[in-house]
């Protein structure tokens, strides 16, 4: 009867053992999950600029997005560690240490303009002179799908924006995924309708 309970205790043992160590190889999540933003913003002449909050499950504000159009017009702040140019300029950083942007795309990067988010005069004028077409760009950082949709509206000087990021426990990198051109469906004939993503 001995030998019977000193096996059943060394297997009962055994099994937590092999249990707790299972236990242990189960990650956690890299980064904290956000509630998903999508917000369309105009660039007029009263708006040059945005600052989006993005929250996470808990309602604390996790991280800011601030946009700039046209960015080059704009100083670098005191402690903002982060120097804007372009044509459009994209910034995200998180609120407990706001220096410079999570936007890089480049391991080690040493300059601002080495991000996702940057958009040059070029850009501007490949959209002014084909109505109908927008740019898109996907990044994929910090737990983070973030697709940046860049276009005019029925031939309108303001530039609209649509901006979309949602949680992906997938994306375990802090360096962005590039992002590329893309011609929208819009420029198959149709007039985009400014609808969000």
């Known amino acids: 009867m001995k030998k019977i309970l000193l096996v059943l205790s060394l297997l009962i043992f055994g099994l937590f053992i092999i249990l707790a160590g299972f236990k242990s190889n189960i ?53 903002e560690g982060y120097y804007y140019s372009g044509w459009v300029d994209f910034r995200l950083y998180s609120v ?51 697709t940046l949709k860049l276009y005019y509206l029925n031939d309108s000087d303001n530039l609209h924006i649509d ?11 802090n360096i962005s995924y590039h992002g590329k051109w893309s011609d929208d469906d819009q420029s198959k004939g149709k007039k985009h309708q400014g609808k969000a993503l």
Not at 70 to 78: I, L, S, T
Not at 163 to 173: A, F, P, V
């Open 27 to 79: 990650k956690p999540d890299a980064y904290p999950k956000i509630i998903p933003l999508k917000k369309t913003i105009v660039f007029d002449e009263k708006h040059k600029q945005y600052s989006l909050p993005i929250f996470a499950q808990n309602g604390k504000i996790l991280y800011k997005l601030d946009v700039k159009c046209p960015a080059g017009e704009y100083e670098e702040k005191k402690g």
């Open 163 to 173: 901006i979309s990021i949602n949680y992906n426990h997938n994306i375990k990198s």
């Open 96 to 146: 407990d240490n706001p220096i410079g942007s999570l936007l890089q795309n480049k391991k080690n990067a040493t300059r601002d303009w080495q991000t996702d988010g940057r958009f040059l005069g070029v850009d501007s004028e490949v959209l002014a002179e084909n109505p109908g077409r927008c740019i898109i760009q996907n990044s994929k950082v910090y737990g983070m799908d973030i």
